[in-house]
Nanobody, 125 residues
Framework: QFELVESGGGLVQPGGSLRLSCAAS????????IGWFRQAPGKEREGVSC????????????SYADSVKGRFTISRDNAKNTVYLQMNSLKPEDTAIYYC??????????????WGQGTQVTVSS
């Protein structure tokens, strides 16, 4: 059974940091592009970041939404079959449910075959 599980969400003050984890079971993450998405109440789901599969030949293996560029960093640990999203300098507008997803390549949400259940991130003083 293919499964993705996010963890690491929580309540943090503005300017704080969190590290989200996306762990896989039943399949090997390094062969997939892994995207992070978020959805805030009343808003559409948006792409946050993506990391290409380990075998990708792209010159830009990591990508970020403009709203998080310079603050968020995506990385993968193939030995742990896990992808991380390090989030620094968090802002209240980062508050959302964060989802990770696995697919053939980075891009629109329809490219992803497997989705996690999400983890809540709340940025508030």
């Amino acid at each position: 059974q293919f499964e993705l599980v996010e963890s690491g969400g929580g309540l943090v003050q503005p300017g704080g940091s969190l590290r989200l984890s996306c762990a896989a079971s039943g399949f090997t993450l390094e062969y997939y592009a892994i995207g992070w998405f978020r959805q805030a109440p009343g808003k559409e789901r948006e792409g946050v970041s993506c990391i290409a599969s380990s075998g990708s030949s792209t010159n830009y293996p990591e990508s970020y939404a403009d709203s998080v560029k310079g603050r968020f960093t995506i990385s993968r640990d193939n030995a742990k079959n896990t992808v991380y999203l390090q989030m620094n300098s968090l802002k209240p507008e980062d508050t959302a449910i964060y989802y990770c997803a696995a697919g053939s390549r980075c891009g629109s949400s329809w490219l992803y075959d497997y989705w996690g259940q999400g983890t809540q991130v709340t940025v508030s003083s």
